[in-house]
């Protein structure tokens, strides 16, 4: 039978645990999607065989938000800045491939205007603004002194990328 003392400790107990739900247990129902995301971007990246499967967990931990509209806005611009800096590295090294000092300078110009794009842009928008002229350096620097694996690398990018979305977007759910 219970005795009154033991029903206010099991009540302090239950509102103590419906506090710690409420404040920490969310905490680490964060961390557990977030080490589950990374785990199974990993899994897809060496499944598929990728050069670097550790760039795709690390961009898990760095698209992580605590809610998940706002994980999928982040990808969202991470994706787009990524395919805008892939695509004009690309034709810059078509126009530019056996020139290196025009395709330096063009470079330089494209990653001189995507941080400008961020600034005026204070959401996840210039996110998408960084990683255009991210992409588009590490795309550039290999290509100058060998414009032939400029297009692999590209493809490395895009498929890290993009295996990072599809784990994320099946945490989410």
Same mark, same amino acid.
């Given at each position: ?33 977030? *080490? %589950?995301?990374?785990? =199974?971007?990993?899994?897809? $990246? ?8 550790? +760039? /795709? ?29 892939? *695509? %004009?590295?690309?034709? =810059?090294?078509?126009?530019? $491939? ?8 063009? +470079? /330089? ?15 996840f928008r ?15 620097i290999p ?27 099946r945490s989410?759910?």
């Amino acid at each position: 039978m219970a005795t009154p003392a033991t029903l206010v400790e099991r009540q302090t107990f239950g509102h103590a645990l419906r506090d710690w739900a409420r404040t920490d247990g969310l905490a680490w129902i964060y961390i557990f999607k977030a *080490v %589950v995301a990374a785990f =199974l971007v990993l899994w897809i $990246a060496m499944r598929l065989d990728m050069q670097q499967p550790r +760039t /795709a967990m690390t961009t898990v931990f760095i698209v992580m938000q605590p809610q998940s509209g706002m994980v999928l806005a982040k990808i969202f611009y991470r994706f787009c800045g990524t395919m805008v800096g892939l *695509v %004009v590295m690309l034709a =810059l090294i078509g126009l530019f $491939a056996q020139h290196p000092v025009p395709f330096l300078s063009a +470079t /330089a110009v494209w990653v001189g205007i995507c941080p400008a794009g961020a600034a005026r842009n204070r959401n996840f928008r210039s996110y998408g603004f960084v990683l255009a002229g991210y992409t588009a350096a590490l795309i550039a620097i290999p290509a100058v002194q060998h414009p032939e694996g400029a297009y692999l690398s590209a493809l490395t990018r895009v498929g890290e990328v993009r295996s990072t979305f599809c784990a994320r977007a099946r945490s989410a759910r």
